[in-house]
Antibody, heavy 122, light 110 residues
Framework: EVQLVESGGGLVQPGRSLRLSCAAS????????MHWVRQAPGKGLEWVSG????????GYADSVKGRFTISRDNAKNSLYLQMNSLRAEDTALYYC???????????????WGQGTLVTVSS | QSVLTQPPSVSAAPGQKVTISCSGS????????VSWYQQLPGTAPKLLIY???KRPSGIPDRFSGSKSGTSATLGITGLQTGDEADYYC???????????FGGGTKLTVL
């Protein structure tokens, strides 16, 4: 059974940093691209970042480019999102998602975690 | 404002059929496959349709997808109260180099 478990969310002040993690199990992690997708309270889905199976291709939404860094450790079956210079508008539920393909542009996502909530407020 | 355009809401009676449209451009829908996601209240999104019209295992054939040019459509037949949810279309945008979503459509089964 595929499982994606996010952690690392919480309340943080504007300008500070936070690192999200996603522990994956139930599939061959290094065969698939992975994404972070967020959802602000009461709003729609917004793609944040994606990474190919071997970290060779990485992409970011313009809203986070230069502030967030995605990475993965295939030996640990884990996905990460380092978030720096956080802003109030980054407040959202952050989902880890497994793509159906290996490319970072593979947007058919068959599995999602339950999300971890990030609140940016003073 | 979302790159892909969906109606904010649709409604229909139980047992009826509904369609949800998703409009884009040549750099997204016109250039790549479309997926559709269902998000029930308080839960994570769930893949309903991928590659324009394919259903993952376990998704009933009441759900269907199609694409023509720069638009895509999700169809749901035999509506049930359990289908009440938000529905999102998504695809890759080659100009933005980003995964883009529609703003979401809230389905109400009256």
């Amino acid at each position: 059974e595929v499982q994606l478990v996010e952690s690392g969310g919480g309340l943080v002040q504007p300008g500070r940093s936070l690192r999200l993690s996603c522990a994956a199990s139930g599939f061959t992690f290094d065969d698939y691209a992975m994404h972070w997708v967020r959802q602000a309270p009461g709003k729609g889905l917004e793609w944040v970042s994606g990474i190919s199976w071997n970290s060779g291709s990485i992409g970011y939404a313009d809203s986070v480019k230069g502030r967030f860094t995605i990475s993965r450790d295939n030996a640990k079956n884990s996905l990460y999102l380092q978030m720096n210079s956080l802003r109030a508008e980054d407040t959202a539920l952050y989902y880890c998602a497994k793509a159906n393909g290996y490319s970072s542009s593979s947007t058919s996502v068959g599995y999602w975690g339950q999300g971890t909530l990030v609140t940016v407020s003073s | 404002q979302s790159v892909l355009t969906q109606p904010p809401s649709v409604s229909a009676a139980p047992g009826q059929k509904v369609t949800i449209s998703c409009s884009g451009s040549s750099s997204n829908i016109g250039n790549d496959y479309v997926s559709w996601y269902q998000q029930l209240p308080g839960t994570a999104p769930k893949l309903l349709i991928y590659d324009n019209n394919k259903r993952p295992s376990g998704i009933p054939d009441r759900f269907s997808g199609s694409k023509s040019g720069t638009s895509a459509t999700l169809g749901i037949t035999g509506l049930q109260t359990g289908d009440e949810a938000d529905y999102y279309c998504g695809t890759w945008d080659s100009s933005l180099s980003a995964w883009v979503f529609g703003g979401g459509t809230k389905l109400t089964v009256l």
